[in-house]
């Protein structure tokens, strides 16, 4: 199980941060990652953590320098923190996991676990 938390909304500029914690995995083995979805858009990659790989976090061109991806193997918890938010920022986020090394970090194909989302909100 995936559950997150910490959404919510927030003015342009401002700044939240989301949680995933994660349950009945051998957490430090799998690779995690934040998505997206806006309405009547498509699941984007926002921020990966790849497992097995040399721990440099993979992030969406649109998120880099204001999102950084984190993770807590012996909280079984990663993070997303969220600065300078902006409204296109505005969208449903889930958290996702996979056992092993993804060779494609923010493509939704690549995860089979996901957590059930938490909404963002920025208002101009």
């Known amino acids: 199980d995936l559950v997150e938390s910490g959404g919510g909304s927030v003015d342009t500029g401002g700044s939240l941060t989301l949680s995933c914690v994660v349950g009945g995995f051998i957490y430090s083995k799998y690779s995690v990652a934040w998505f997206r979805q806006a309405p009547e858009k498509e699941r984007e990659g926002v921020a990966a953590?790849?497992?097995?790989?040399?721990?440099?976090?993979d992030y969406a061109d649109s998120v880099k320098g204001r999102f950084t991806i984190s993770r807590d193997n012996v909280k079984n918890t990663h993070y997303l923190r969220m600065s300078n938010l902006k409204p296109e920022d505005t969208a449903m986020y889930y958290c996702?996991?996979?056992?092993?090394?993804?060779?494609?970090?923010?493509?939704?194909?690549?995860?089979?676990?996901w957590g059930q989302g938490t909404q963002v909100t920025v208002s101009s």
């Open positions: 996702a996991a996979r056992h092993g090394y993804s060779i494609d970090p923010l493509s939704p194909d690549d995860y089979n676990n």
């Open positions: 953590i790849v497992a097995d790989s040399d721990g440099n976090p």
